[in-house]
C-alpha cells in the first residue's frame, strides 16, 4: 500500500467480504439443504437456517437408501471409484511425465525432437475433439466399465512433462558429473538425485491432477454404464435425472457436499503447492 | 528446444524405453483416435453402420449448412465471451482489493480459491439447486421480487444461469494469476506516481493496468479455452443445452450428435472444426506466453 487511505482499506475489506459471500453461497445452500428434509426444502422458499436432518441425509446419500426418483446408488461406492481414479490418475500422470521428460533432458538419441513434438502436440488433441473414436478404442480393448478405461487414456500429459523437463534444466551438470565419478549410471542418478530434489514439483502437480483426476465427468459419463463404476460426480447428475419434482434434494445436496470435501481439503491444506502448481504448470 | 544439457548420457536402448509408457498412451488414446475422427469427417455410414463411404467434404458442408450447428457457434461465442469479461473483471476487482488490505489477505485468499477444486458438474447442479424454477430459493426470490424466471423455458435465463456457474468456478484461478500479477509489480512506480500526486483510481489505470497486460492477455486466452472446453459438465448438469438447444455450446453438440443422435460423421466433423479451433487458441495461448514483456 502506497499511502493510508482508511475509505478505500475500508472499501477493499467490503468489496472482499462481498466477495467472499458470493463466492460461498452455493455452498452454504447446499450444505443447508443437506440438513432438511426433501418436504421441507420442496415447499419454496427453504429455510435459510440448517434443519436437523444431517445424519439421515448423509447415511441416506452414502448407502444408497434414498427413495425419490432417479439413480440410488451408494455414494460411498462412488467416492471410493472417484478416490482410487484420481489417485491412479495423479500418480501416473507424475510418473510417466517424470520418465519422459528425464529421457528428454538427459539423452541423446534419435527421434528425441519427434517425441518432444509428439508430446506437445497431445496438448492439442483434449479429448473432446476425439471423442468417439477415443471411445471405439476403449470399447474394442474391453475397457469400458474398468479402472483402466476410467483412467488410463487420461493419464498421458504434456504440462507435466513440460514442467518436468523446464526443472530438470535448472538442475546443476556438475550434479551428473558428481554422480559420474562416483560411479552412479543414468538410472541410478535418476533415483538417488533427481528424484529427492523433484519433491516440490511433484507435491505440486499431484495437487492440480489429484483435482483433475476426481472433478472428471466427460469421460467417465462416456466409458461407464454400471453404476457400480460410477464417479461421484457422474452419480449426482444421475440423482437428478428422475425430473423436477422426483428429486430428493436433499440427499443430492448431500452428495454434493460429499463429492466437494476431497478436492477442497486437498486445495486448503496443500494450498502452498496449489498455487505453485497453478502457476508453473502454465508456463 | 533451445535449452540443452551439456552433459548427458548416452544408451541405446534407455531412452526409449523410459519413454515407452507416455508414447503408448499418446499414441493408442490420442493420435490413433485424432486420425479416426479425421477420416470418419470424410465419410458417411448407412443407417444400419454395415458399410461407409467416402463422401469427401460432404460432412462439412452439411455442417456449415446446418442452422442448428451456426447457432451453436453463435451460442459459444456468446457464452465464452461473457463468462472471459465477467470472469476476468469480477477477479481483477477482487485482487486488487486483497492486494490492498494487508491484514486478513491470506484469508480473503483461503476463501476465494476453493471453488477451483469443484467439479463443472457439481458446481452445475448447486447452482441448479438455486435456480429451479420450482424450489430454487434464488428463483423463489427474484419471482418475489417480480422478475420473472424460468431458465427451463427461456433462452436468455438458462444462459445466464449457465455462465453465472461458470464463472463462479473460473474466479479463484483468475484471482490467482492476478493477485501474483499484482505484487511483482515495483512498488517504486506506484509510489513515484503517489508523490507525482496521482490518486489510486489514476494509478490504476495508468501503471498498474498496463502493467497487467500480459497477465491479462494469458488470462482471457485460457477463460476462453475453459469456456470452449472444460464447461461440459456444467452445461450437461444445469441445462443439458437447452432450453431447446440454446445453451449447447459446440462441446455439447458434439457430444450430443455423436452419442444420442449417432450421427458419427456429422460428430467426427465437428470434432475436426474442434481441432482447429483449440491449435489456434494453442498457437495464441504460446504466443502471449513467451511474450512476457510488458511494453
Sequence with gaps: MV???????????????????????????????????ADAIVQAPMSLLPGSHLLDNYRAA???????????APVAQMMWVSLVCALIIAMAKIAISLLSAFAIVYFRFPGRSFFFWAIFVTLMLPVEVRIGPTYQVVADLHMLNTYAGLTIPLIASATATFLFRQFFLTVPDELVEAARIDGAG???????HLLPLSRTPIAALFVIQFIYGWNQYLWP???????????????????????????????????AVLAMIPPAVVVVLMQRWFVKGLVDTEK | MTQEKRVTYRSRWLPWLLLAPQGVVIGVFFFWPAAQALLQSLQQADAFGLSTEWVGLANFRALWADPSYLASFKITAEFSLLVAVLGLSISLLLAVMANRVLRGATVYKTLLIWPY???PAVAGVLWLFMFAPSVGIVAYGLQAMGIPWNHLLRADDAMTLVVMAAVWKQISYNFLFFLAGLQS????????????GAGPWRRFWTITFPMLSPTSFFLLVINIVY???DTFGIIDAATHGGPGQDTAILVYKVYYDG?????????????VVLMVIVVTLTVLQFRFVERKVNY
Design chain 1, 62 to 72: 452414502l448407502f444408497g437408501s434414498a427413495t425419490g426418483g432417479g439413480s440410488q
Design chain 1, 3 to 37: 499511502e493510508r487511505r482508511p475509505a478505500l482499506t475500508f472499501l477493499a475489506h467490503l468489496v472482499l467480504v462481498l466477495g467472499v459471500v458470493v463466492v460461498a453461497f452455493p455452498l452454504y445452500i447446499a450444505f443447508v439443504a443437506s440438513t432438511q428434509t
Design chain 1, 186 to 192: 543414468p538410472l541410478r542418478f535418476f533415483k538417488d
Design chain 2, 117 to 119: 477444486a469443484v467439479a
Design chain 2, 259 to 271: 452419442f444420442k443422435a449417432l450421427d458419427i460423421g456429422g460428430s467426427a466433423a465437428q470434432s
Design chain 2, 185 to 196: 509489480i515495483p512498488k517504486s512506480l506506484l509510489e513515484a506516481a503517489a508523490i507525482d
Design chain 1, 221 to 255: 459419463l462416456l466409458v461407464t454404464t454400471n453404476e457400480d463404476m460410477y464417479p461421484v460426480v457422474i452419480g449426482i447428475k444421475r440423482m437428478i435425472a428422475g425430473g423436477d419434482a422426483a428429486v430428493e434434494w436433499n440427499v443430492v445436496m448431500a452428495t
Design chain 2, 227 to 229: 469456456a470452449f472446453f
